[in-house]
């Protein structure tokens, strides 16, 4: 069965330091895995995503992700924060072979302090 | 705007009422989900449609839940007799069928259960 497994419920940085959001997975397959965003009273937007291509994922703003087979994980970073990357980040991942649905993680808050 | 609209955005009822919500996807995207998020929890899903047919439902989703999409466009989402635990996030998301990866998510509908 797939699981997502978000490492830290809450991280807080100051502007301009480094992010890491850790989060392993569990699948069966090959899975597609993606990190989501969601900022106070708005909908979830795709970071970035994975799916067996470069293990090296770039996504919006900044922000990018490795993901490690051997370790099972798909750790977001970004290398300086900036106050607007407050909000709660989601670890999704999406295995065809056990359905269509995405199996998201229950998140990390992130704050970020001047 | 040609994203995930739903609607209401927020909806307050008293126990034991029925509330209907709605979803209109992307324009041409043959794949709709139904999420729930709760306070503090990742979004789980509800089920899923591909065009008009019902093809997954969650066992999250009991018998006062029914969701439709007639004509393989917008979905509605029914909740009968609501008790208080139904209070949650209702989230909408849909995906064209050339792609298994991102899935394109609405606002949401805030329901509250007194």
């Known amino acids: 069965a797939q699981s997502v497994t978000q490492l830290d419920s809450h991280v807080s940085v100051s502007e301009g330091t480094p992010v890491l959001l850790r989060c392993n997975y569990s699948s069966s397959y090959s899975p597609s895995l993606f990190w989501y965003v969601q900022h106070p009273n708005k909908g979830l937007q795709l970071l970035l995503k994975y799916t067996s291509a470069a293990t090296l994922v770039k996504g919006i703003n900044g922000f990018e992700a490795e993901f490690k087979k051997s370790e099972t994980s798909f750790h977001l970073t970004k290398p300086s924060a900036h106050m607007s990357d407050a909000a709660e980040y989601f670890c999704?991942?999406?295995?065809?072979?056990?359905?269509?649905?995405?199996?998201f993680g229950k998140g990390t808050t992130l704050s970020v302090s001047s | 705007d040609t994203g995930v609209s739903q609607d209401p955005r927020h909806k307050i009822t008293k126990r034991g009422q029925n509330v209907t919500f709605r979803c209109d996807p992307i324009s041409e995207h043959n794949r709709l989900y139904w999420y729930r998020q709760t306070l503090g929890q990742g979004p789980e899903f509800l089920t899923y449609f591909q065009n008009e047919a019902q093809l997954e439902k969650s066992r999250l989703l009991s018998d006062r839940f029914s969701a439709e999409r007639p004509k393989g466009s917008f979905s509605t989402l029914e909740i009968q007799r609501t008790e208080q635990g139904d209070s949650a996030m209702y989230l909408c998301?849909?995906?064209?069928?050339?792609?298994?990866?991102?899935?394109?998510f609405g606002p949401g509908t805030r329901l509250t259960v007194l």
């Open positions: 999704v991942v999406s295995d065809p072979q056990a359905g269509t649905a995405l199996i």
């Open positions: 998301a849909s995906i064209p069928e050339s792609s298994y990866n991102e899935q394109f």
